[in-house]
């Protein structure tokens, strides 16, 4: 992490000063059994809050295939973390968020909870964007390449945080990470706990892997591949052994990825794979 990346905060400073009072475990009731959506953003006075419902329940056959491949390939870091849905995946949600902000990390604050559904506060700030590290890693790849890198190191120094505060994410991609509009990355989607299947260092790998499949490409678009791969690297000798042992077995077992044809007629997921074996390897 570098002097330049923003401190983890909870909460964008100014909302505690601009939100009027409000009795959100009132309004949480009064729109939950009239809202047809299961994700829907309403605007408060000097703020905006998301109400999340309860989803269908997922079945677990769907994770079956997954499961299967991680135990012929002796790969356990894709072992899927199943999100059972419905009331399981809210209660799930609710904790976790409720837990990284107690953490000091910037997650939607919950403000009111139920069975059924949850009101959380929005990561910006009225009229402010706070766009995906998605979107602006991929705007930057095409229209400012020398910014790609800085964007990359930001959400890489993010995951690190919450790697040192003793947890993990759920899925690190980095549509599911937030700049907020004072600078600070904040985090979203949390409706399973990798924590509750598999070990710590895996779950690390996981996020790190996750963080890699998502901006790859856009690194090696933009020409910024080869640096971010020395920091890659860096990160990687720092980190505990086990999370050492278990991203060596990987990469071991993704050495089929470089034989794959560099070819856009493949679809990007081929160009993403390839793109993320080329950040990993040596």
């Known amino acids: 992490m570098t002097d330049s990346t923003p401190l983890p905060q909870a909460a964008p400073p100014a909302l505690a000063s601009t939100a009027s009072r409000v009795d959100y475990a009132q309004f949480l009731q009064q729109h939950l059994s009239q809202q047809s959506f299961n994700v829907v953003r ?16 997922i079945a677990a056959w769907r994770y079956r295939a997954l499961a299967i491949a991680a135990r012929v390939l002796d790969v356990p870091v894709l072992q899927p973390v199943v999100n059972p849905g419905g009331r399981e995946a ?17 997650v939607p604050q919950v403000l009111a909870s139920s069975p059924d559904g949850f009101l959380m506060r ?8 706070s766009p995906s ?5 991929e705007a930057a790849a ?18 690190q945080l919450v790697h040192a505060s003793g947890t993990c994410l759920s899925q690190a991609f980095a549509r599911n990470m937030v700049r907020c509009p004072d600078g600070v990355i904040g985090y979203i989607d949390f409706e399973d706990d990798p924590l509750a299947t598999l070990p710590p ?3 690390i790998v996981k996020d790190a892997l996750c963080y890699a499949h998502s901006t790859a490409l856009f690194l090696r678009n933009a020409g910024t591949l080869d640096a971010a791969r020395t920091q890659w690297h860096s990160w990687l000798a720092q980190s505990d052994p086990a999370v050492q042992s278990a991203m060596e077995r990987t990469l071991q077992q ?29």
């Open 42 to 57: 309403y605007e408060l006075p000097g703020e905006s809050v998301w109400l999340k419902k309860a989803g269908p329940p």
């Open 90 to 106: 809210l209660a799930t949600e609710v904790r976790r968020l409720r837990d990284l902000h107690a953490r000091g990390l910037r």
């Open 122 to 129: 929005h990561l910006g700030m009225p009229g402010l964007p």
């Open 133 to 137: 590290l998605s979107d602006e890693i």
């Open 142 to 159: 095409r229209e400012a390449p020398q910014e790609t890198l800085l964007l990359w190191q930001q959400g890489f120094a993010a995951m």
């Open 201 to 203: 260092a895996l779950c």
């Open 254 to 282: 993704m050495r089929w990825v470089a034989r794959l044809p560099d070819s856009r007629k493949l679809g990007r997921d081929v160009l993403r794979l390839r793109a993320m074996h080329g950040l990993l390897q040596k």
